[in-house]
């Protein structure tokens, strides 16, 4: 019996041809395709600018700076997160306040973050977390009246939709990652985006060592200008090597959310009727692009998450535990973050699994996974 992994990425003949252009053009660094990525991406997210970056995390670091937050702000982020989401305003000497989540989406809500604030919170990090779109309108309501910004964490939510639009464009900042984990590889790699041009341009200065002329440029003349560096920047580039690759598969964006929507929709009617588990599900306002296919298993179900999980793996089935919760991890022991109770992150961190699905995923694999959980404590 082969082993179902619980991802894999869905790379073809394409990406290895769109590589070997790079390679033979001779330009590997950021340049011509990184730029063509950006334009692509900005596009099919409906947002006016794009800055790649080298990850999600790099790119939320960034997202940060440019959103003003500085040493010794608060910047509220959901516990119930990948832990780079609490590590971005750790970098910069800001402190991550956790906010509980909304048990439905995994999200934080409006009413969750406005518990955590207090006079020092400059700014607050949304997720979407696995995909499933967060409800933006509250939050962006709260953030305007206050004069907060709003990033929005959107590394798993390529893909997904807010009010029939793409996810991420309603935030002052978003950042995205590329990680294969994710839909749209690039290997390592990520994306901010944002409609403030100022914020773009700046973004793209400090994640190239906050030079005023791209490397791309100086090469690009053969006496190049003068570079000036007006503040301390980073090297958080893309390579074109990356781009090249993220270019075919942004075109096959949209194939594979269609498939993973498929995938998640035949998950859901196959445990409709089980009772002790519960699916992730669309929320009404949007539409997820699936990254996660989680479930909860809850007391009523025959056996509990770990139990589950081991009786898939004797399957020869990789799940996984669900997302993981930042205050519970060393890192952020003892941390004077945490203002209020976490309970719905605490119950979901604890009860959750993510089953397979990926593009590739056959329905007789898919058949494998369902038939394991419902003959779970069968005999
Ligand atoms: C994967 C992920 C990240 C980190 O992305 P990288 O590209 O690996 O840096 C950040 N936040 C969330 C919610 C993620 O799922």
């Given at each position: 019996?082969?082993?179902?992994?619980?991802?894999?990425?869905?790379l073809?003949?394409?990406?290895?041809?769109?590589?070997?252009?790079?390679?033979?053009?001779?330009?590997?660094?950021?340049?011509?395709?990184?730029?063509?990525?950006?334009?692509?991406?900005?596009?099919?997210?409906?947002?006016?600018h794009?800055?790649?970056?080298s990850?999600?995390?790099?790119?939320?670091?960034?997202?940060?700076?440019?959103?003003g937050?500085?040493?010794?702000?608060d910047?509220?982020?959901?516990?119930?997160?990948?832990?780079?989401?609490?590590?971005?305003?750790?970098?910069?000497?800001?402190?991550?306040?956790?906010?509980?989540?909304?048990?439905?989406?995994?999200?934080?809500?409006?009413?969750?973050?406005?518990r955590?604030?207090?006079?020092?919170?400059?700014?607050?990090?949304?997720?979407d977390?696995?995909?499933?779109p967060?409800?933006?309108e509250?939050?962006?309501?709260?953030?305007?009246?206050?004069?907060?910004?709003?990033?929005?964490?959107?590394?798993?939510?390529?893909g997904?939709?807010?009010?029939?639009?793409?996810?991420?464009?309603?935030?002052?900042?978003?950042a995205?990652?590329?990680?294969?984990?994710?839909?749209?590889?690039?290997?390592?790699?990520?994306?901010?985006?944002?409609?403030?041009?100022?914020?773009?341009?700046?973004?793209?200065?400090?994640?190239?060592?906050a030079?005023?002329?791209?490397?791309?440029?100086?090469?690009?003349?053969?006496?190049?200008?003068?570079?000036h560096?007006?503040?301390?920047?980073?090297?958080?580039?893309?390579?074109?090597?990356?781009?090249?690759?993220?270019?075919v598969?942004l075109?096959?964006?949209?194939e594979?959310?269609?498939?993973?929507?498929?995938?998640?929709?035949?998950?859901?009617?196959?445990?409709?009727?089980?009772?002790?588990?519960?699916?992730?599900?669309?929320?009404?306002?949007?539409?997820?692009?699936?990254?996660?296919?989680?479930?909860?298993?809850?007391?009523?179900?025959?056996?509990?998450?770990e139990?589950?999980l081991?009786?898939?793996?004797?399957?020869?089935?990789?799940?996984?535990?669900?997302?993981?919760?930042?205050?519970?991890?060393?890192?952020?022991?003892?941390?004077?973050?945490i203002?209020?109770?976490?309970?719905?992150?605490e119950?979901?961190?604890?009860?959750t699994?993510?089953?397979?699905?990926?593009?590739?995923?056959?329905?007789?694999?898919?058949?494998?996974?369902?038939?394991?959980?419902?003959?779970?404590?069968?005999?």
């Amino acid at each position: 019996m082969n082993r179902i992994s619980v991802m894999k990425p869905w790379l073809g003949t394409a990406e290895s041809e769109a590589l070997a252009e790079v390679v033979a053009s001779g330009w590997v660094a950021q340049g011509p395709r990184t730029a063509a990525f950006e334009e692509a991406f900005a596009q099919h997210q409906h947002v006016r600018h794009a800055v790649a970056a080298s990850s999600c995390t790099t790119a939320l670091q960034l997202a940060l700076i440019v959103a003003g937050v500085k040493s010794g702000d608060d910047v509220v982020v959901p516990s119930f997160s990948f832990i780079a989401t609490a590590n971005a305003p750790t970098y910069l000497g800001a402190r991550p306040v956790f906010a509980d989540v909304e048990s439905a989406t995994g999200n934080v809500t409006a009413d969750a973050v406005e518990r955590v604030l207090t006079n020092k919170t400059t700014a607050i990090i949304a997720v979407d977390q696995g995909g499933m779109p967060l409800d933006l309108e509250p939050l962006r309501r709260m953030c305007d009246e206050r004069g907060i910004a709003l990033v929005e964490d959107a590394a798993c939510a390529a893909g997904s939709t807010y009010m029939g639009a793409p996810v991420g464009g309603g935030a002052d900042v978003s950042a995205w990652s590329f990680h294969p984990r994710k839909l749209l590889t690039t290997g390592e790699g990520g994306m901010l985006t944002t409609n403030n041009p100022d914020w773009a341009s700046r973004a793209r200065r400090l994640r190239e060592h906050a030079m005023d002329v791209s490397a791309a440029e100086r090469h690009g003349s053969t006496l190049a200008p003068q570079e000036h560096y007006g503040e301390v920047g980073y090297n958080f580039r893309m390579t074109d090597l990356q781009a090249a690759v993220g270019l075919v598969q942004l075109a096959k964006l949209d194939e594979m959310v269609q498939r993973r929507r498929e995938l998640a929709s035949r998950y859901r009617a196959a445990f409709h009727d089980v009772s002790g588990l519960r699916c992730a599900q669309d929320p009404e306002y949007g539409t997820s692009n699936f990254q996660s296919f989680w479930i909860e298993v809850l007391p009523e179900f025959r056996m509990d998450r770990e139990h589950l999980l081991e009786k898939l793996a004797a399957d020869e089935i990789s799940a996984r535990r669900g997302i993981m919760a930042a205050h519970q991890q060393q890192a952020y022991a003892g941390h004077s973050g945490i203002s209020a109770p976490l309970p719905v992150t605490e119950r979901l961190t604890a009860n959750t699994l993510i089953l397979p699905l990926y593009h590739e995923l056959a329905e007789h694999e898919q058949d494998r996974v369902i038939s394991s959980v419902l003959n779970a404590g069968g005999e």
